[in-house]
Structures are given as C-alpha cells and as structure tokens.
C-alpha cells in the first residue's frame, strides 16, 4: 500500500507574559479573580482555506518564568499537495503571500455580540509567519521557537507570546467504500486517480426477526408482498471486512439495539445504540477479540445531530476503557468522524482524552493506536443521501493489512449509526418501497 503525502502543521507551547497582566494579576485581592485573569487569554489561529481554531494561552505567573512545555500541542493543521500548492500560489495585490496568523486576545467574547460589537475581549497583539518553500519540502522542520513580541509595545517591554510552530510529514493512506455500506461494497484504496482493491465490505442483518424499521419494510423476495408492523427497534447490523483472499480480517456489529428513548421517537443519549468492533482472535480459529466500542445517539435540535463516541476496550484490568473520540455529526448534511488526540473533541463525558505524553498511552491497547496525532477520519453523507465512507488512516498507525481492516469496520459502523439513529416512524405502511441505502 503506496501512502499520500501529508503536512502536520502544530502549534504549541503557547504561554503569555506580561508587567501589564502580572500588575493586574497581583492587584486582585481574591485569588479568584487571579485564577479568572489568567484564563481569560486566549487566541485565534488562521491559515488561509482553513477554519479558524481557537485555544486558551496560560499567562506566565512571572516575567522570568521556564518556558512551556515543548511537547504540548494546542492545535494542528494537515495540509495535503492540494492545500499546499493553494497556500504557496501567488495571491492577489493587497495579499500576495499567505500566512500563519495567531491573534492574542484577554477577556472574553461575549456570547451576545455579534459581528464583534459588544465583545468583551481586547486584541493584545498578533504574530504572522509567512508561508515559504520549506512547507513543501515534506521534511521535519521547526519554524519557530521561542518567546517574541506582539503588540505595539514590543521594544518597551510588552506581551510577550512564547510558541512552538513545527511541521511534520504525515503521510496517509486513504481508502473509499465503492458504494452505500448496505449494498456490502468493495473497499478501494485511492492514489491520485489510481484505485486498488483492497477490502470487501459484507453487510447482513437478522431477517428472522424483521426489526429494522429504517423504512418500515424488508423483502427477502423483492416481490413487494407486504410484511408484517415494524418493531420499533434497530438490531442484528453486521458488517464483516474480507481481504482479497476472502478471509475476514475485522467486523462491527450491533451489541446494544437503537431503539426510541421513552415519550419520543428517536434514540436519545439516556439509552444510546452500541456496536462492537472486532478482530480475529490469534489465540482461537474463528472467533473474534473485542477491540473497540461505537456508541450513538441522536441530539436534537434546530438541525439535528447523530453522536458517535468510540472507546478502545481494554483486554488488562489495570488499564480501564479508553475514550478516544465523542463527535457530533450533522444528520442532513453528513460530516466528519475523527480520532486525533491533539484536537479539542467534544467531551461530554468526563473521561478524558490522553496525550501521548500522559499516563493513559495507548501502548497495550492496540499497536495500531500507539501513539498520538491523527489516527484516523471518516467522511459520511446524511440521511437519505448515497454514502460512500472516505476514510483516511495514519501510515504511522498501520504496521500491516489487519491493522487498516479494523478501521473500515469501524468507518461501516459509523456510517450505519446515521441510518439506526434516524427518528421511528409510529405509523407503518401499507405498500412496500424499495427504499434506496
């Protein structure tokens, strides 16, 4: 498998310092009002064609304080040839280079404003680095590092902005399913405009008991006889990953039935649907070894969402469940499922994402999710649209055939969770339709 080149653009190691904040700092009598001045700094980090992303700068308790750990990553960028040949383009008159732009601010915007009047924040300062060659050299390389000033002050003893701006290759492979999963689909791996064959994808539910409701009819015959009243819940999904030689190398299925939480119709967060996915045992023929845990529900709302959250289980006792991932997705429009543990998810529950460099490592969980970054993505269609996953992996995370397997079921899973999410339907009708997936 040939991997596309990628770009990781981190910055980190962000800190503030400066005799303004540190006076306004030690004139606070609480040490609320302190723990409140500190952490009302923050940023916003720009680079052209990509949205802006917004991060919190802890204010140094002291002018002469230890740099920031170099290791910390407050955001990341990846850049792929397309988005590189966009950034070193020549741009227009009043623009002609693009830039990294990173824009101080204290206080906080206030959620009332709009189009920034009435905010309540003030800009300090801003720092720029100009996009050059070396970005598309794919060769590991710090363009800054250190302490510089920012604002109008910046001779006279100002703030201060300490940061860390690397770029990293970080090559992938990407894969695409060749049609909706339910039609169980041929996995492609894409290369420029080649496609190799890599996987097929094998769908299936339990026809005995007819109880997906997803359009309230299922004819084994296709003769269009009508069928029995729908149940009103979601079970059986299956999906199994083959390898060209036919053996199945990984599989999703559902543990946990979608069904409608009490006084609605869809599945809510008190009861979401569950789906395992796992591998073949090494240690037994034809059985399988859990790896990971999808959960999803539907969160309503003008326009409603579908919540994926996805846990590496854990076959030691010492080492618990990890969650790697909780992700909302728009149910009409689709979105992006990710596994990056240097970007801010969405943590409703209260476990936390590790970094690599905490103690919750990925290392006895699994080979390939041993380390932090990008591990993986999965871009979905919504309701009622024709899905065909695009699912990108860490070259990094991949060591053989197997370890990509595992994460086109969990692609299938997330994939599925759109449709088993869908609102139930009370009433149930009377003609069959072919309903297309």
Known sequence: MDPQAFIRLSVGSLALRSPKYLLNSSASTSSDEKKNSCSQ???????????????????????????????????????????????????????????????????????????????????????????????????????????IGIGKNKRDGGAQLHLRVKLDPDPRYVFQFEDVTTLSPQIVQLRGSVKQPIFSCKFSRDRVSQVDPLNGY?????DGTELGSERRERKGW?????????????????TTPFVPSTGCDWV??????????????????????????LEAWRERGIRDSVCCRFHILSS?????????????????????????????????????IPSP???????????????????????????????????????????????????????????LSILACKPFRRTSRRRFRHYSW
Request: charged share 20%; glycine share 10%; proline share 6%.
């Open 41 to 147: 700094c923050s940023c916003e980090i720009k680079l052209r064609g990509f949205p802006v992303q917004t991060t919190s700068i802890p204010l140094m308790p002291s002018l002469d304080a230890a740099a920031p750990d170099h290791h910390s990553i407050s955001t990341s960028f990846y850049l792929e040839e397309s988005d590189l040949r966009a950034l070193l383009a020549p741009g227009c008159f009043y623009n002609p280079n693009a830039h990294l732009e990173i824009s101080v601010f204290t206080g906080k915007k206030s959620s009332s404003s709009h189009c920034g009047v009435g905010a309540k924040r003030q800009q300090i300062g801003i720092f720029k680095l100009e996009v050059g060659p070396e970005w598309g050299e794919g060769k590991p390389v710090i363009l800054f590092n250190g302490w």
């Open 218 to 222: 299922w004819s084994s015959s296709g």
């Open 238 to 254: 299956k999906v199994k990953i083959h390898d060209l030689s036919g053996s199945a190398v990984a599989a999703a299925f559902i």
């Open 268 to 293: 809510a967060k008190s009861n979401p649907g569950a789906w395992h996915v796992v591998r073949p045992d090494p240690c037994r023929p034809n059985s399988w070894q859990p790896w990971g845990k």
């Open 316 to 352: 030691g006792q010492e080492v618990g469940d990890v969650l790697m991932s909780e992700i909302l997705i728009s149910a009409e429009k689709g979105g992006e499922f990710l596994i990056d543990t240097d970007k801010q998810m969405l943590t409703v529950a209260a476990t936390p």
């Open 357 to 415: 460099q905490s103690s919750g490592d990925y290392s006895g969980l699994g080979q390939c999710v041993s380390g932090g970054g990008f591990v993986m993505s999965s871009r979905v269609q919504g309701e009622g649209k024709s899905s065909k996953p695009v699912v990108q992996l860490a070259m990094r995370h991949v060591t053989c055939v197997e370890d990509a397997a595992i994460f086109m079921a969990l692609a299938a899973a997330v994939d």
